[in-house]
Antibody
Framework: QVQLVESGGGVVQPGRSLRLSCAASRFTFSSYTMHWVRQTPGKGLEWVAVISYDGSEKYYADSVRGRFTISRDNAKNTLFLQMNSLRIEDTAVFYC?????????????WGQGTLVTVSS | QSVLTQPPSLSAVPGQKVTISCSGSNSNIGNNYVSWYQQLPGTAPKLLIYENNKRPSGIPDRFSGSKSGTSATLGITGLQTGDEADYYCGTWDSSLSVGVVFGGGTKLTVL
């Protein structure tokens, strides 16, 4: 069974940085597009960023562009999200999500999520 | 304010059929596949429908999807108490802000 395990969440002050990781296993990680999707507690889903299977294409939500960077290490089956200049409104559970292609909205596996709390 | 519009809540009784709508525009639903997700309390979302009307293996045929123009619909027949959850539609958006867009979610209550 496909596994996606996020880590790196925690409590951080506004303006600081945090790096999330997502360890993938039991599938050929290098063949899949990967996304980060977040959810503010009690609210809906918000797409954050996507990276193509080989890392050559990346897209970001307007709300995080210029502050967040998505990357991947296919040799280590790991997805990353570097989050800089964090804001209170970035507080959310962040999910690592798999998709078969860049513009294919078929999120077939989700991690369990990691909570990021931005607070002074 | 979500790019895709869903009713915030719906309620029904066991055994009934419900439909959840998802309205968008030409830059998203009108020119891209739609998927639907079920989120049970305290869990990650789960894929219910992809490519407008296809079900992943393991999803019962009580769940169905359709798309017409810039709107999509999720149907659930033979409602069960276990179907009480939040439901989200999602698709790719090809406007200036390229990326994935989701509906605001519909909380389904099974009375």
């Amino acid at each position: 069974q496909v596994q996606l395990v996020e880590s790196g969440g925690g409590v951080v002050q506004p303006g600081r940085s945090l790096r999330l990781s997502c360890a993938a296993s039991r599938f050929t990680f290098s063949s899949y597009t990967m996304h980060w999707v977040r959810q503010t507690p009690g609210k809906g889903l918000e797409w954050v960023a996507v990276i193509s299977y080989d890392g050559s294409e990346k897209y970001y939500a307007d709300s995080v562009r210029g502050r967040f960077t998505i990357s991947r290490d296919n040799a280590k089956n790991t997805l990353f999200l570097q989050m800089n200049s964090l804001r209170i409104e970035d507080t959310a559970v962040f999910y690592c999500v798999r998709a078969p292609g860049l513009r294919v909205p078929k999120f077939d596996y989700w991690g369990q999520g990691t909570l990021v709390t931005v607070s002074s | 304010q979500s790019v895709l519009t869903q009713p915030p809540s719906l309620s029904a009784v066991p055994g009934q059929k419900v439909t959840i709508s998802c309205s968008g525009s030409n830059s998203n639903i009108g020119n891209n596949y739609v998927s639907w997700y079920q989120q049970l309390p305290g869990t990650a979302p789960k894929l219910l429908i992809y490519e407008n009307n296809k079900r992943p293996s393991g999803i019962p045929d009580r769940f169905s999807g359709s798309k017409s123009g810039t709107s999509a619909t999720l149907g659930i027949t033979g409602l069960q108490t276990g179907d009480e959850a939040d439901y989200y539609c999602g698709t790719w958006d090809s406007s200036l802000s390229v990326g994935v867009v989701f509906g605001g979610g519909t909380k389904l209550t099974v009375l």
